[in-house]
């Protein structure tokens, strides 16, 4: 077996349980009769039992399928088709189905589209925010190739977070994200902390980064006025993938939230299964 194909034996603390309770069948079943996606199934998310069970689920619009190819992710990539027309109609009915009153909306990467799906996100958080205005809107977004009119027009919709994600150290960030920028990510979210509007991030650990990458790239993100930031353990979706080179401990994730707390960042969720909306409700309280 090479060493790209080496898939390391997971610890106890990574070992859930499946998605297959009441509650998980009832979002399920939403999802599924009005035709939405969830990054939590496309991309595999350890901690869909949990949140599911708990009412909660990061809607994926504009399609499943991703213009890019990013070495750690579990989502579909190829040629998309023409975003939904009734996508934005179909989400808010879901929303108020399940009674949501945290909602985060994400995407796959559109480098097909002219505004890279900027436009669907605007739709959706007005559209939403008309609807259902107690309801707290998040939302993830991808670079937009770096177009300032695109970030514009979703920072114009006023959601209550923006999250565009790091995902990963420097070091690494271009072997994994080939069709990514590192500095790219960082202004975009220096532009979302001008704005006065909440700016969060989140990255994972276990690529082969060393921790000093780790505490660099915390950093960076402070440096930028980033407000919220997640870390977790990344976790090999198939052999097709990056291998993961290390499992950082329970221990070490508490380490890394206290030196976040340290760097200035107002809320932090950190440990081995932590993704981007893992407990994103929590920080409202803060």
């Known amino acids: 077996m090479s060493e790209r194909a080496r898939i390391l034996r997971k610890p106890p603390w990574l070992k859930v349980r499946p998605p297959y309770d009441d509650a998980c069948r009832r979002i399920r079943s939403t999802l599924s009769g009005l035709q939405l996606h969830t990054v939590c199934q496309e991309a595999a998310c350890p901690n869909m039992a949990e949140c599911f069970t708990c009412g909660t689920a990061a809607f994926l619009i504009l399609g499943n399928i991703c213009t890019r190819n990013c070495l750690y992710c579990n989502v579909a990539h190829g040629r998309p088709q023409a975003p939904d027309e009734r996508e934005t109609e179909h989400l808010i009915a879901a929303v108020n189905r399940l009674g949501l009153s945290y909602v985060v909306i994400t995407s796959v990467t559109r480098d097909d589209l002219q505004d890279g799906g900027a436009g669907a996100f605007a739709d959706a958080i007005s559209r939403l925010r008309g609807e259902i205005p107690e309801c707290k809107i998040e939302v993830l977004i991808p670079d937009f190739q770096g177009d300032p009119d695109a970030l514009a027009r979703v920072i114009d919709a006023a959601p209550d977070v923006i999250n565009h994600n790091l995902e990963a150290a420097e070091a690494l960030f271009g072997k994994l994200r080939p069709q990514g920028n590192y ?38 993100l402070a440096a930028v006025s980033c407000a919220r930031l997640t870390i977790g353990q990344y976790q090999q979706p198939t052999r097709e993938h990056w291998p993961v080179a290390r499992y950082y401990t329970p221990d070490e994730f508490e380490e890394f939230r206290e030196i976040a707390y340290s760097k200035g960042f107002e809320h932090v969720e950190s440990g081995p299964l932590v993704r981007s909306s893992y407990h994103a409700v929590r920080a409202v309280s803060r």
């Not at 990510?185 to 990255?203: D, T």
């Open 183 to 220: 500095r790219l990510s960082l202004e975009i979210l220096s532009r979302i902390a001008a704005a006065g509007l909440v700016s969060k991030s989140g990255f994972m650990v276990g690529f082969g980064e060393q921790k000093k990458d780790v505490l660099r790239l915390m950093d960076d």
